[in-house]
């Protein structure tokens, strides 16, 4: 299994077109058995992609063609025995408005099994303003 963290440029999408992205992941990505999280805060995207080395080649192509967002950044890129989040088709984690209660609601939404190292990042991304 391959497991990857990225972060990209989205300035301006709104909820619709969010709402548009995962819809269209969690089919794509139940068929292939790919499964993570996204996040959104209203510039930039942070996304967790798990699954067979195959399929994410697949998809890290389309996403990287992909005009709804830009300048793909990988964060991480490991080789991992299982999935961290393996019932999570696409899981959008949603950042509440206010930032110091925004980690903890965070901490308690991740999936228990991800790496310190990964849980750090996006702890970071999501303190981002
Ligand atoms: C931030 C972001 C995350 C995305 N995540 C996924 C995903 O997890 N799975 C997926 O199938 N498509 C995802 N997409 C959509 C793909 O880029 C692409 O539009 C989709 O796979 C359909 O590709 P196609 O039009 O070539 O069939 C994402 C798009 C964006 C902008």
């Not at 005009?67 to 950044?73: A, N, T």
Request: with cysteine.
């Amino acid at each position: 299994m391959r497991q990857v963290l990225y972060i990209s440029s989205a300035p301006g999408l709104g909820g619709d077109d969010v709402a548009a992205i995962l819809d269209v992941c969690r089919s794509n990505n139940e068929q292939r058995g790919i499964t993570g999280f996204l996040l959104y805060n209203g510039r930039n995207f942070m996304q967790l992609l798990e699954g067979a080395e195959a399929d994410l080649q697949w998809l890290l192509e389309r996403l990287g063609k992909d005009p709804r967002h830009s300048g793909m950044v990988m964060l991480a890129d490991n080789i991992v025995d299982a999935t961290v989040c393996p019932d999570w088709s696409m899981q959008e984690i949603r950042l509440v408005e206010d930032v110091a209660q925004r980690r903890e609601r965070l901490a308690g939404e991740l999936p228990e099994g991800l790496a310190p190292e990964i849980r750090q990042l996006v702890m970071n991304f999501a303190a981002l303003n």
